[in-house]
């Protein structure tokens, strides 16, 4: 099933992936994911439930333009991935920002505050004093100020992840990737993540979650809320399922899986 086309009534998408296929990793033990039709509109929070190797990072590079589709098409703001050119490609990178798991892949020869500034050198085309401001505050807002100087591998993972999360939104960025954020991580700092994705903007802040979020996890107990959209990834098959009510009325065993709910007896 490929659903995922947006209501009439509803604004255009800001991306969409039709009849898309996932490159996927020679290695992997599950075929890589197909056949794919998946618009996202302005202002949608997306949980996308996978099990470990099914491709969900792949997926969530490709949808963020990381990487190309191995066939279909990716449209990012209104415009083809595959026919922009080096400026606008860059101009669109600035828009998504992406988040990895398991610590967020920071440099680890640079320290927090340098992990943090790079984005911001890089796209201003600036040195590093001349952001050091603006890093210092980011880091302030995320509970990270303390550790500006050390590198990655001197703090602990969910200081990592965090950090991370900062890198990403150097850039302001209007949709918002993160792939399995919750990992590895603890109670309070499960709820740490939770309380920021759902804070409404503050002007104090300097960097607050965008209005578009797309989320792939092996876990989606704690991504069960209302107003949100979910999509099933499981042997190569994507399937949008829509809101709370048709993920809960799913018959998908791969729900009741990544729910941790016992299997339907018979």
Not at 25 to 37: G, K, V
């Amino acid at each position: 099933m490929n659903s995922g086309s947006a209501p009439v009534d509803a604004p255009p998408p800001i991306i969409e992936l039709e009849h898309a296929a996932v490159e996927g990793r020679r290695d992997a033990a599950t075929p890589s994911p197909r056949d794919i039709d998946w618009r996202i509109c302005p202002g949608e929070f997306w949980v996308v439930g996978g099990s470990a190797g099914s491709g969900k990072t792949r997926l969530l590079e490709t949808t963020a333009g990381l990487r190309l589709p191995a066939s279909g098409t990716l449209r990012l703001f209104g415009a083809r991935a595959d026919t922009l050119s080096t400026d606008a490609a860059r101009a669109t990178r600035r828009r998504l920002g992406f988040v990895y798991g398991a610590g967020g892949r920071l440099f680890s020869h640079l320290t927090l505050a340098q992990n943090l500034a790079l984005p911001l050198c890089y796209h201003r085309n600036c040195r590093p004093e001349a952001v050091e401001a603006e890093v210092d505050r980011l880091l302030a807002q995320f509970e990270l100020q303390p550790l500006a100087l050390r590198l990655p591998g001197q703090v602990n993972g969910a200081c990592r992840q965090r950090a991370a999360l900062a890198r990403a939104l150097t850039l302001a960025p209007e949709v918002l990737f993160l792939d399995d954020p919750l990992a590895e991580l603890n109670t309070a700092q499960v709820h740490w993540w939770l309380n920021w994705l759902t804070s409404p903007p503050r002007p104090t802040d300097l960097r607050s979650p965008p209005a578009t979020i797309v989320v792939a996890t092996d876990d989606l107990r704690p991504w069960l809320a209302d107003h949100r959209q979910y999509a099933l990834l499981h042997d190569g098959r994507w399937q949008v399922l829509g809101g709370r009510e048709q993920l809960a009325a799913s018959p998908e065993s791969l729900r009741r899986e990544l729910l941790a709910e016992p299997p339907v007896s018979r």
